[in-house]
């Protein structure tokens, strides 16, 4: 009789049942907060950009600016670098210019890579007239991108001094900057999306061990950068 009675007294210490309850999901939940702020962040940009391209078609990707977590991705911009290179590819086959000018994409942007003998001659900074069209045509295609510019010259090892350039230096930045004024001059493009580089014999693609890895190190070329570095760019007043 006395069980019967304390089975049917109320149990005051069932809100621990619940309290435990309680602590165990709020343990959950920061061991998930935990282990999402600590995924891979690439394994997490696919995922993001995978789930975006099948919802609304588009890239996107992490964003390092202050407003939303995630900003569109330049799969528009490198769309339209890459119709620059096909047009870049015909003209290149038309005008039996393989072996003088190649074109490729990287992380930069569209480069155009242009042999110094289709432009200068040897030691010389001075366009060739009859070659100035070829350029003028190439810098047409490019006129009415938003992306900057950088026109970067290279040499080879070979010293140089002469009465005009004191090192390989000064060669190619004149170079450069003399590509820089057609293109501006001849062509159109807003001067201040465009910039004259000159790496001298200091960034060879190949080792300057022989008279054809010289001759391959000794171009111009011309970087279409991708829109995502327009803001390390410095702002014009």
Not at 93 to 108: A, F, H, P
């Amino acid at each position: 009789m006395k069980r019967l009675e304390d089975e049917s007294k109320p149990n005051h210490e069932r809100w621990l049942l619940t309290y435990s309850d309680m602590i165990t999901l709020l343990l959950i939940f920061f061991i998930v907060m935990y282990t999402i702020s600590n995924i891979n962040a690439t394994k997490f940009a696919q995922i993001a950009s995978s789930l975006s391209k099948t919802f609304t078609g588009t890239d996107y990707v992490i964003g390092q600016y202050s407003g939303s977590s995630f900003v569109q991705g330049n799969s528009g911009d490198k769309n339209s670098l890459g119709e620059i290179e096909k047009q870049l590819k015909v003209f290149i086959k038309e005008n039996n210019l393989q072996g003088m000018v190649t074109s490729y994409i990287d992380e930069r942007g569209l480069v155009i890579s242009m042999q110094d003998s289709l432009l200068f001659d040897l030691g010389s900074a001075d366009v060739h007239p009859e070659e100035k069209d070829v350029l003028i045509k190439i810098g047409n295609m490019l006129k009415t991108l938003p992306n900057h510019i950088r026109v970067e010259g290279f040499t080879d090892d070979l010293p140089i001094h002469n009465s005009k350039f004191d090192s390989n230096w000064e060669l190619s930045v004149i170079r450069a900057t003399n590509v820089v004024k057609i293109l501006v001059n001849e062509v159109g493009i807003e001067p201040q999306r465009i910039s004259a580089v000159g790496y001298g014999e200091y960034r060879p693609v190949v080792p300057n061990d022989s008279e054809e890895h010289r001759r391959l190190n000794r171009r111009v070329d011309i970087v279409i950068m991708n829109t995502e570095y327009n803001k390390w760019e410095p702002k014009s007043q």
